[in-house]
């Protein structure tokens, strides 16, 4: 799976940056999509994927180490700022604030929602 890395227009899109690094396309089009220039909902950030075809699975786990993660996964990551969406892929982060990394941004607790890609 290649992801190219977006970071994130405002402080308020990382959703947006997440969507649009999974679909290929850019912020501004998944706020046009979803008429939303502020924070993302998790109703919505499934909503965009199920309506593109990527399956995400319901059920929402903690990590508490990146060994806990499966291969691609929406991340929902209280950072000391706010609760924050960031997108884990291959063994890479890719965060819409912090950049490419190699560990999760620096946070207190760590959820996600793996995403299953059949045909990448």
Known sequence: MTINYIHEPTDL?????????LLNTTPENICKYLDNERETTLKEMKQVLN????EILPERKQA???ADLPE????????P?????SLYADGVFYDPEHGVLSDFPLCNR???????FDSR
Not at 13 to 20: K, N, W
Not at 110 to 116: A, G, M, R
């Open 64 to 66: 508490l180490t990146k």
């Open 13 to 21: 899109q990382c959703g947006q940056a997440v969507l649009a690094m």
């Open 81 to 85: 700022r706010c609760w924050h969406w």
């Open 110 to 116: 760590k959820y996600f929602w793996e995403i299953i």
């Open 72 to 79: 691609c996964a929406l991340l929902s990551l209280e950072t």
């Open 51 to 54: 309506e593109y075809g990527i």
